[in-house]
Protein backbone atom coordinates (compact mmCIF):
# COMPACT_ATOMS: atom_id res chain seq x y z
CA UNK A 1 0.00 0.00 0.00
CA UNK A 2 3.05 2.62 0.99
CA UNK A 3 4.53 1.41 -2.19
CA UNK A 4 1.13 2.19 -4.70
CA UNK A 5 1.29 5.59 -2.45
CA UNK A 6 4.97 6.08 -3.81
CA UNK A 7 4.61 5.70 -7.17
CA UNK A 8 1.31 7.67 -7.28
CA UNK A 9 2.89 10.28 -5.35
CA UNK A 10 3.26 13.77 -7.55
CA UNK A 11 5.33 16.65 -7.03
CA UNK A 12 6.12 19.49 -9.90
CA UNK A 13 4.44 17.42 -12.25
CA UNK A 14 6.05 14.22 -12.02
CA UNK A 15 4.95 11.11 -10.07
CA UNK A 16 6.71 9.06 -7.32
CA UNK A 17 7.34 6.15 -10.69
CA UNK A 18 8.52 8.85 -12.87
CA UNK A 19 11.33 10.10 -10.26
CA UNK A 20 11.85 6.49 -9.11
CA UNK A 21 12.59 5.68 -12.53
CA UNK A 22 14.92 9.06 -12.72
CA UNK A 23 16.68 7.57 -10.11
CA UNK A 24 17.40 4.12 -11.40
CA UNK A 25 18.69 5.12 -14.82
CA UNK A 26 20.92 7.75 -12.85
CA UNK A 27 22.55 5.09 -10.71
CA UNK A 28 22.54 2.95 -13.02
CA UNK A 29 24.46 5.55 -15.66
CA UNK A 30 26.95 6.29 -12.74
CA UNK A 31 27.93 2.70 -11.61
CA UNK A 32 28.15 1.74 -15.64
CA UNK A 33 30.81 5.24 -16.34
CA UNK A 34 32.66 4.24 -13.05
CA UNK A 35 33.28 1.08 -14.33
CA UNK A 36 33.99 2.05 -17.87
CA UNK A 37 36.42 4.76 -16.47
CA UNK A 38 38.25 1.63 -13.44
CA UNK A 39 38.17 -1.19 -15.38
CA UNK A 40 37.59 -1.24 -18.80
CA UNK A 41 39.89 2.18 -19.25
CA UNK A 42 42.78 0.48 -17.78
CA UNK A 43 42.68 -2.63 -19.35
CA UNK A 44 42.27 -1.17 -23.02
CA UNK A 45 45.42 0.99 -21.67
CA UNK A 46 47.89 -2.24 -20.60
CA UNK A 47 46.56 -3.92 -24.12
CA UNK A 48 47.37 -0.23 -26.09
CA UNK A 49 51.23 -0.06 -24.30
CA UNK A 50 51.77 -3.41 -26.29
CA UNK A 51 51.21 -1.98 -29.36
CA UNK A 52 53.89 -0.45 -31.64
CA UNK A 53 52.40 2.89 -32.53
CA UNK A 54 51.38 5.01 -30.07
CA UNK A 55 48.03 6.61 -31.51
CA UNK A 56 46.28 3.95 -28.97
CA UNK A 57 47.69 4.79 -26.14
CA UNK A 58 46.93 8.78 -27.00
CA UNK A 59 43.50 8.13 -27.85
CA UNK A 60 42.60 5.93 -24.45
CA UNK A 61 44.97 8.63 -22.68
CA UNK A 62 42.43 11.57 -23.85
CA UNK A 63 39.26 9.47 -22.66
CA UNK A 64 40.87 8.65 -19.26
CA UNK A 65 41.66 12.33 -18.60
CA UNK A 66 37.64 13.28 -18.58
CA UNK A 67 37.11 13.94 -15.21
CA UNK A 68 34.27 11.80 -13.46
CA UNK A 69 32.15 15.01 -12.55
CA UNK A 70 31.31 15.34 -16.73
CA UNK A 71 29.92 11.31 -16.31
CA UNK A 72 27.61 12.12 -13.46
CA UNK A 73 26.35 14.96 -15.41
CA UNK A 74 25.88 12.94 -18.60
CA UNK A 75 23.74 10.33 -16.00
CA UNK A 76 22.31 13.25 -14.39
CA UNK A 77 20.87 15.02 -18.13
CA UNK A 78 19.87 11.47 -19.43
CA UNK A 79 17.82 10.76 -15.92
CA UNK A 80 15.90 14.43 -16.37
CA UNK A 81 14.53 13.45 -19.45
CA UNK A 82 12.57 11.13 -18.00
CA UNK A 83 10.86 14.06 -16.12
CA UNK A 84 8.24 16.33 -16.73
CA UNK A 85 10.26 19.71 -16.16
CA UNK A 86 8.94 23.30 -16.39
CA UNK A 87 10.08 25.15 -19.62
CA UNK A 88 12.66 27.54 -18.21
CA UNK A 89 14.20 25.15 -15.92
CA UNK A 90 14.60 22.65 -19.07
CA UNK A 91 16.27 25.75 -21.06
CA UNK A 92 18.83 26.24 -18.06
CA UNK A 93 19.72 21.93 -18.57
CA UNK A 94 19.97 22.43 -22.10
CA UNK A 95 22.07 25.61 -21.98
CA UNK A 96 24.27 23.96 -19.46
CA UNK A 97 24.57 21.04 -20.88
CA UNK A 98 25.81 22.65 -24.44
CA UNK A 99 28.35 24.57 -22.35
CA UNK A 100 29.47 21.42 -20.79
CA UNK A 101 29.53 19.60 -23.76
CA UNK A 102 31.13 22.31 -25.43
CA UNK A 103 34.07 23.23 -22.88
CA UNK A 104 34.98 19.17 -23.03
CA UNK A 105 35.26 18.56 -26.83
CA UNK A 106 37.35 21.63 -27.00
CA UNK A 107 39.83 19.95 -24.17
CA UNK A 108 39.88 16.73 -26.60
CA UNK A 109 40.70 18.85 -29.47
CA UNK A 110 42.80 20.47 -28.04
CA UNK A 111 44.95 17.16 -26.57
CA UNK A 112 44.62 15.97 -29.98
CA UNK A 113 46.46 19.63 -31.33
CA UNK A 114 48.91 18.95 -28.41
CA UNK A 115 50.07 15.70 -29.58
CA UNK A 116 49.82 16.05 -33.09
CA UNK A 117 52.54 19.39 -31.99
CA UNK A 118 54.57 17.34 -30.32
CA UNK A 119 54.90 14.52 -33.20
CA UNK A 120 55.89 17.02 -35.57
CA UNK A 121 58.50 18.44 -33.58
CA UNK A 122 59.94 14.83 -32.63
CA UNK A 123 60.21 14.02 -36.38
CA UNK A 124 61.62 16.96 -37.56
CA UNK A 125 64.57 16.69 -34.63
CA UNK A 126 64.82 13.21 -35.42
CA UNK A 127 64.99 13.93 -39.08
CA UNK A 128 67.93 16.71 -38.50
CA UNK A 129 69.75 16.48 -35.14
CA UNK A 130 68.04 19.26 -33.73
CA UNK A 131 64.85 20.96 -32.86
CA UNK A 132 63.92 22.89 -36.51
CA UNK A 133 61.30 25.92 -36.11
CA UNK A 134 59.30 24.74 -33.04
CA UNK A 135 58.70 28.41 -32.19
CA UNK A 136 56.46 28.60 -35.27
CA UNK A 137 55.18 25.04 -35.07
CA UNK A 138 54.10 25.70 -31.34
CA UNK A 139 52.34 28.93 -32.62
CA UNK A 140 50.61 27.13 -35.17
CA UNK A 141 49.36 24.99 -32.49
CA UNK A 142 47.77 27.61 -30.46
CA UNK A 143 46.52 29.48 -33.27
CA UNK A 144 44.17 26.66 -33.73
CA UNK A 145 43.35 26.63 -30.07
CA UNK A 146 41.82 30.01 -30.13
CA UNK A 147 40.19 29.14 -33.18
CA UNK A 148 38.75 26.38 -31.15
CA UNK A 149 37.52 28.47 -28.12
CA UNK A 150 36.00 31.32 -30.52
CA UNK A 151 34.07 28.47 -32.89
CA UNK A 152 33.06 27.00 -29.28
CA UNK A 153 31.66 30.34 -27.56
CA UNK A 154 30.01 30.86 -30.87
CA UNK A 155 28.66 27.57 -30.86
CA UNK A 156 27.22 28.22 -27.57
CA UNK A 157 25.86 31.42 -28.27
CA UNK A 158 23.54 30.67 -31.16
CA UNK A 159 22.15 27.42 -29.39
CA UNK A 160 20.92 30.20 -26.34
CA UNK A 161 19.65 32.06 -29.27
CA UNK A 162 21.85 34.71 -29.46
CA UNK A 163 22.21 36.37 -33.19
CA UNK A 164 25.67 34.91 -33.77
CA UNK A 165 25.63 36.83 -37.28
CA UNK A 166 25.76 40.38 -35.94
CA UNK A 167 28.12 39.20 -33.48
CA UNK A 168 30.89 37.43 -36.37
CA UNK A 169 30.53 40.74 -38.20
CA UNK A 170 31.04 42.83 -34.67
CA UNK A 171 34.32 40.41 -34.59
CA UNK A 172 34.83 41.63 -38.10
CA UNK A 173 35.35 44.85 -37.82
CA UNK A 174 37.43 44.64 -35.03
CA UNK A 175 39.60 41.74 -36.30
CA UNK A 176 40.22 44.55 -39.10
CA UNK A 177 40.91 47.70 -37.23
CA UNK A 178 42.95 45.66 -35.42
CA UNK A 179 44.92 43.77 -38.11
CA UNK A 180 45.23 47.49 -39.83
CA UNK A 181 47.22 48.32 -36.39
CA UNK A 182 49.27 45.57 -36.10
CA UNK A 183 49.82 44.13 -39.88
CA UNK A 184 54.01 44.41 -39.72
CA UNK A 185 53.90 42.14 -36.98
CA UNK A 186 51.10 39.99 -38.61
CA UNK A 187 53.29 40.35 -42.40
CA UNK A 188 56.16 38.64 -40.34
CA UNK A 189 54.24 35.45 -38.49
CA UNK A 190 52.91 34.73 -42.04
CA UNK A 191 55.93 35.02 -43.83
CA UNK A 192 56.98 32.95 -40.77
CA UNK A 193 54.27 30.20 -41.88
CA UNK A 194 55.29 30.37 -45.35
CA UNK A 195 58.63 29.21 -44.20
CA UNK A 196 57.49 26.47 -41.86
CA UNK A 197 55.09 25.19 -45.12
CA UNK A 198 57.39 25.86 -48.29
CA UNK A 199 60.64 25.32 -46.23
CA UNK A 200 62.84 27.31 -48.58
CA UNK A 201 65.81 27.08 -45.74
CA UNK A 202 66.50 25.72 -41.84
CA UNK A 203 68.28 25.76 -38.87
CA UNK A 204 71.81 25.09 -39.96
CA UNK A 205 71.43 25.96 -43.60
CA UNK A 206 73.84 28.72 -45.13
CA UNK A 207 71.56 31.19 -47.19
CA UNK A 208 72.11 34.68 -48.95
CA UNK A 209 69.16 37.19 -49.63
CA UNK A 210 70.35 39.91 -51.29
CA UNK A 211 73.66 41.41 -49.81
CA UNK A 212 73.46 39.65 -46.52
CA UNK A 213 74.66 35.96 -46.09
CA UNK A 214 74.97 33.74 -42.96
CA UNK A 215 74.40 30.58 -40.98
CA UNK A 216 70.85 30.06 -39.91
CA UNK A 217 70.53 29.75 -36.23
CA UNK A 218 67.11 30.42 -35.57
CA UNK A 219 63.64 31.29 -37.40
CA UNK A 220 61.38 32.56 -34.89
CA UNK A 221 57.52 34.61 -35.46
CA UNK A 222 59.13 37.93 -36.53
CA UNK A 223 62.58 37.58 -37.42
CA UNK A 224 65.26 34.76 -38.69
CA UNK A 225 68.57 35.23 -36.88
CA UNK A 226 72.03 34.03 -39.07
CA UNK A 227 75.12 33.75 -38.18
CA UNK A 228 77.39 35.46 -40.61
CA UNK A 229 81.26 34.81 -41.75
CA UNK A 230 82.41 37.50 -40.03
CA UNK A 231 80.90 36.16 -36.58
CA UNK A 232 78.04 38.47 -36.17
CA UNK A 233 74.70 37.76 -35.15
CA UNK A 234 72.11 39.50 -37.99
CA UNK A 235 68.61 39.41 -37.50
CA UNK A 236 66.26 39.90 -40.62
CA UNK A 237 62.31 40.56 -40.62
CA UNK A 238 60.79 37.28 -42.04
CA UNK A 239 58.40 38.99 -44.16
CA UNK A 240 62.14 40.66 -46.00
CA UNK A 241 63.07 37.22 -46.87
CA UNK A 242 59.95 35.91 -48.26
CA UNK A 243 59.91 38.95 -50.72
CA UNK A 244 63.29 38.72 -51.89
CA UNK A 245 65.34 35.96 -53.64
CA UNK A 246 67.02 33.53 -51.45
CA UNK A 247 69.93 31.30 -52.28
CA UNK A 248 70.63 28.00 -50.44
CA UNK A 249 74.02 27.02 -50.94
CA UNK A 250 73.61 23.93 -48.14
CA UNK A 251 71.24 22.41 -50.25
CA UNK A 252 73.57 22.82 -53.44
CA UNK A 253 74.95 18.51 -53.81
CA UNK A 254 78.44 19.92 -55.17
CA UNK A 255 80.00 23.55 -56.10
CA UNK A 256 80.42 24.13 -60.25
CA UNK A 257 83.64 26.36 -60.81
CA UNK A 258 84.67 29.03 -63.34
CA UNK A 259 88.19 29.29 -63.48
CA UNK A 260 89.54 31.78 -65.74
CA UNK A 261 93.37 32.57 -66.34
CA UNK A 262 95.54 34.20 -69.10
CA UNK A 263 99.44 33.18 -70.47
CA UNK A 264 101.42 35.82 -72.00
CA UNK A 265 101.93 36.61 -75.63
CA UNK A 266 104.56 35.10 -77.31
CA UNK A 267 103.90 31.39 -75.44
CA UNK A 268 104.67 28.39 -77.73
CA UNK A 269 102.22 26.94 -79.69
CA UNK A 270 102.62 23.70 -78.52
CA UNK A 271 102.83 24.83 -75.08
CA UNK A 272 99.88 26.63 -76.02
CA UNK A 273 98.12 22.78 -76.98
CA UNK A 274 99.32 21.34 -74.28
CA UNK A 275 97.37 23.62 -71.14
CA UNK A 276 94.08 21.69 -71.65
CA UNK A 277 95.74 18.50 -70.75
CA UNK A 278 97.99 19.70 -68.04
CA UNK A 279 95.24 20.83 -66.07
CA UNK A 280 92.67 18.10 -66.71
CA UNK A 281 95.60 15.85 -65.70
CA UNK A 282 95.90 18.17 -62.15
CA UNK A 283 92.08 18.40 -61.37
CA UNK A 284 92.43 14.69 -62.15
CA UNK A 285 94.30 13.65 -59.32
CA UNK A 286 92.43 15.93 -56.80
CA UNK A 287 89.88 14.40 -54.54
CA UNK A 288 86.31 15.63 -54.62
CA UNK A 289 86.85 17.43 -57.93
CA UNK A 290 85.90 16.58 -61.26
CA UNK A 291 87.06 17.84 -63.96
CA UNK A 292 84.73 19.05 -66.74
CA UNK A 293 86.28 21.36 -69.80
CA UNK A 294 89.61 23.70 -70.32
CA UNK A 295 89.80 25.92 -73.53
CA UNK A 296 92.07 28.51 -75.11
CA UNK A 297 88.71 30.51 -75.18
CA UNK A 298 90.53 34.33 -76.40
CA UNK A 299 92.47 36.60 -77.11
CA UNK A 300 93.16 39.66 -74.21
CA UNK A 301 94.74 43.06 -74.28
CA UNK A 302 97.67 41.55 -72.65
CA UNK A 303 97.18 37.76 -72.48
CA UNK A 304 96.30 34.46 -74.33
CA UNK A 305 92.90 33.46 -72.03
CA UNK A 306 92.29 30.22 -70.60
CA UNK A 307 88.24 29.21 -69.31
CA UNK A 308 88.43 25.61 -67.07
CA UNK A 309 85.07 24.29 -65.64
CA UNK A 310 85.28 21.79 -62.79
CA UNK A 311 83.07 20.46 -60.27
CA UNK A 312 83.54 19.87 -56.10
CA UNK A 313 81.73 17.47 -55.32
CA UNK A 314 80.52 19.23 -51.52
CA UNK A 315 78.63 21.76 -50.17
CA UNK A 316 80.91 23.10 -47.80
CA UNK A 317 82.13 26.61 -48.58
CA UNK A 318 85.20 25.57 -46.64
CA UNK A 319 85.87 22.29 -48.46
CA UNK A 320 85.07 24.76 -51.95
CA UNK A 321 88.37 26.84 -51.08
CA UNK A 322 90.68 23.45 -50.28
CA UNK A 323 90.03 22.29 -53.68
CA UNK A 324 90.28 25.33 -55.23
CA UNK A 325 93.98 26.34 -53.56
CA UNK A 326 94.60 22.78 -54.26
CA UNK A 327 94.10 23.45 -58.19
CA UNK A 328 95.38 26.89 -58.06
CA UNK A 329 98.82 25.65 -56.46
CA UNK A 330 98.78 22.85 -59.12
CA UNK A 331 98.45 25.23 -61.68
CA UNK A 332 101.22 26.96 -60.51
CA UNK A 333 103.71 24.38 -59.69
CA UNK A 334 102.96 22.49 -63.36
CA UNK A 335 103.12 25.72 -65.20
CA UNK A 336 106.89 26.85 -63.68
CA UNK A 337 107.47 23.32 -64.56
CA UNK A 338 106.84 23.70 -68.40
CA UNK A 339 107.99 27.16 -67.96
CA UNK A 340 105.02 28.52 -69.19
CA UNK A 341 104.60 32.04 -67.99
CA UNK A 342 101.36 33.80 -66.74
CA UNK A 343 99.95 37.04 -68.19
CA UNK A 344 99.60 40.06 -66.19
CA UNK A 345 98.60 43.85 -67.16
CA UNK A 346 101.18 45.02 -69.57
CA UNK A 347 101.62 47.73 -72.31
CA UNK A 348 103.84 47.69 -75.34
CA UNK A 349 105.08 50.75 -76.92
CA UNK A 350 106.53 50.51 -80.41
CA UNK A 351 108.70 53.79 -81.17
CA UNK A 352 109.36 54.23 -84.94
CA UNK A 353 113.08 56.56 -84.51
CA UNK A 354 113.50 58.72 -87.57
CA UNK A 355 116.50 59.32 -88.96
Not at 312 to 325: A, G, H, I, L, R
Amino acid sequence: MDYQKLISFELWGNSGESYFKALIILFALTVSFKIFQVIILKKLLKISRKTTTDIDDFLITLVKDIKPPFYFFISLYISLKFLTLAGIVENIINAIFIIVITYQAILILQGAIDYTVKKIIIKRSGEDGEEKENETISLIGKIFKISLWVIGVLLILSNLGVNVTSVVAGLGIGGIAVALAVQNILGDAFASFSIFIDKPFGVGDFIVSGKESGVVQKIGIKTTRLKTLQGEELVIANKDLTDSRIQNFKRMERRRVVLNLGVVYGTDAEKLKKIPALIKDIIGKIDSAEFDRAHFSRYDDSSLNYEIIYFVDSSEYEKYMDVQQEVNLGIYEKFSEEKIEFAYPTQTIFLNREN
